[in-house]
């Protein structure tokens, strides 16, 4: 697969596989992989018979924007987001939205020949819209010729036809289905952007490292934004973020947690959660209110390592608190992560590996040679 490349503002990464009818996630027979970041990507499917599966692996690698995908003519079926497998969902016809990563299938058109090519479209779908462009070839025969034109949505990321919707990721439960732990402890984050260039996810920026020498693997210590869980068994924490009132923008922000997955318990756009409340209790006590209809706590809860916090409103998670580390919980957009939107979990502090002298000694660096002059 070749490329041409044209900056539009967004990074979309695409890897394929084909395998045949009967065994979908079988032997792979071809594997090819490119970054679509601008028009004219063309991918050729060498595969012969129209009863052939495509699997493709698309990563959204922008830091900024959500990105609308599709491919002419063809439906797919979601099988895995976030490297986790889900319930196979079809999706014909809709969009995919991309937060982070997703796995799916493609069967041949049984329609389709040698020479049809179909348009692979990506479409920024927040702030300024930018479109990516590949074609989707059966055989050997040039991108150009015979494109069949039957597009989902259009260059400004709308929809093309009224049976075209949104994929929505509480459509994802994970696969097989998986019990969901009771929650021992919940934490409150109130997100805020207290400064034009500022946002935090809870109360004050997170300091990379606190501006010391040694890490917090190496040397724990009670730092601004770390909370520190049990130091010896795990525990089953829920997280509910909330857009605070009085931020500066109430905009809607990705959030990202490393060494874990978690359930996706639910969010909702122009919400607030009730403070004062366990996401068991509202589940339960506010029965007929919008913000319990919005709570998944049963086995179908999505399990992803990255999830969607509303505008003007909340997101709630749960995560098992199983491995020992400091893990950073933060906004995906890489202006907000730098200037502190991010906290740290400090998990079974006791299980820590142990380090020598060696490790934990900074080493002394000479100073660098001044450049002279040409």
Same mark, same amino acid.
């Given at each position: 697969?070749?490329?041409?490349?044209? %900056?539009?503002?967004?990074?979309?990464?695409?890897?394929?596989?084909?395998?045949?009818?009967?065994?979908?996630?079988?032997?792979?027979?071809?594997?090819?992989?490119?970054?679509?970041?601008?028009?004219?990507?063309?991918?050729?499917?060498?595969?012969?018979?129209?009863?052939?599966?495509?699997?493709?692996?698309?990563?959204?690698?922008? !830091?900024?924007?959500?990105?609308?995908?599709?491919?002419?003519?063809?439906?797919?079926?979601?099988?895995?987001?976030?490297?986790?497998?889900?319930?196979?969902?079809?999706?014909?016809?809709?969009? &995919?939205?991309?937060?982070?990563?997703?796995?799916?299938?493609? /069967?041949?058109?049984?329609?389709?020949?040698?020479?049809?090519?179909?348009?692979?479209?990506?479409?920024?779908?927040?702030?300024?819209?930018?479109?990516?462009?590949?074609? &989707?070839?059966?055989?050997?025969?040039?991108?150009?010729?015979?494109?069949?034109?039957?597009? #989902?949505?259009?260059?400004?990321?709308?929809?093309?036809? $009224?049976?075209?919707?949104?994929?929505?990721?509480?459509? &994802?439960?994970?696969?097989?289905?998986?019990?969901?732990?009771?929650?021992?402890?919940?934490? #409150?984050?109130?997100?805020?952007?207290?400064?034009?260039?500022?946002?935090?996810?809870?109360?004050?920026?997170?300091?990379?490292?606190? $501006?010391?020498?040694?890490? /917090?693997? &190496?040397?724990?210590?009670?730092?601004?934004?770390?909370?520190?869980?049990?130091?010896?068994?795990?525990?089953?924490?829920?997280?509910?973020?909330?857009?605070?009132?009085?931020?500066?923008? !109430?905009?809607? *922000?990705?959030?990202?947690?490393?060494?874990?997955?978690?359930?996706?318990?639910?969010?909702?756009?122009?919400?607030?959660?009730?403070?004062?409340?366990?996401?068991?209790?509202?589940?339960?006590?506010?029965?007929?209110?919008?913000?319990?209809?919005?709570? %998944?706590?049963?086995?179908?809860?999505?399990?992803?390592?990255?999830?969607?916090?509303?505008?003007?409103? #909340?997101?709630?998670?749960?995560?098992?608190?199983?491995?020992?580390?400091?893990?950073?919980?933060?906004?995906?957009?890489?202006?907000?992560?730098?200037?502190?939107?991010?906290?740290?979990?400090?998990?079974?502090?006791? *299980?820590?590996?142990?380090?020598?002298?060696?490790?934990?000694?900074?080493?002394?660096? !000479?100073?660098?040679?001044?450049?002279?002059?040409?």
């Amino acid at each position: 697969m070749s490329s041409s490349s044209m %900056d539009t503002g967004m990074s979309l990464s695409m890897a394929m596989s084909s395998g045949p009818m009967n065994n979908p996630s079988g032997t792979l027979r071809a594997a090819s992989s490119e970054t679509m970041a601008g028009m004219a990507v063309h991918a050729q499917m060498g595969a012969d018979g129209n009863n052939t599966w495509f699997t493709f692996h698309l990563v959204n690698a922008g !830091a900024a924007q959500e990105v609308g995908f599709s491919i002419d003519g063809h439906g797919m079926w979601v099988i895995a987001a976030d490297g986790a497998y889900v319930r196979p969902v079809r999706i014909q016809p809709q969009i &995919l939205t991309l937060i982070n990563s997703l796995f799916f299938l493609i /069967l041949r058109p049984s329609s389709a020949r040698n020479t049809n090519s179909y348009t692979i479209r990506a479409v920024t779908r927040t702030h300024q819209t930018y479109e990516g462009r590949a074609y &989707l070839t059966y055989g050997n025969t040039s991108a150009n010729s015979s494109t069949v034109d039957a597009p #989902w949505m259009s260059v400004i990321g709308s929809f093309s036809t $009224n049976q075209t919707t949104l994929l929505d990721p509480a459509q &994802l439960p994970p696969y097989p289905l998986q019990d969901l732990p009771r929650a021992t402890r919940q934490l #409150w984050l109130d997100v805020n952007q207290t400064e034009s260039t500022v946002w935090v996810l809870h109360r004050v920026p997170f300091q990379d490292n606190n $501006n010391r020498v040694l890490p /917090l693997l &190496l040397a724990p210590r009670a730092d601004p934004g770390v909370f520190s869980l049990s130091e010896t068994e795990q525990e089953v924490i829920d997280v509910v973020m909330q857009i605070a009132p009085d931020s500066l923008d !109430a905009m809607a *922000h990705p959030i990202h947690l490393h060494g874990h997955y978690f359930r996706v318990l639910g969010s909702k756009a122009n919400s607030m959660f009730p403070s004062n409340m366990t996401v068991n209790e509202v589940k339960n006590r506010m029965r007929d209110s919008d913000i319990a209809a919005a709570l %998944d706590l049963s086995n179908t809860s999505p399990q992803r390592d990255s999830a969607h916090l509303p505008e003007n409103g #909340w997101l709630a998670i749960r995560f098992t608190a199983n491995n020992p580390g400091v893990w950073l919980l933060h906004c995906h957009i890489n202006s907000h992560l730098s200037s502190g939107m991010a906290i740290a979990f400090m998990e079974m502090r006791n *299980h820590f590996s142990s380090f020598d002298t060696a490790v934990t000694t900074v080493p002394a660096i !000479a100073p660098l040679t001044p450049l002279a002059e040409a």
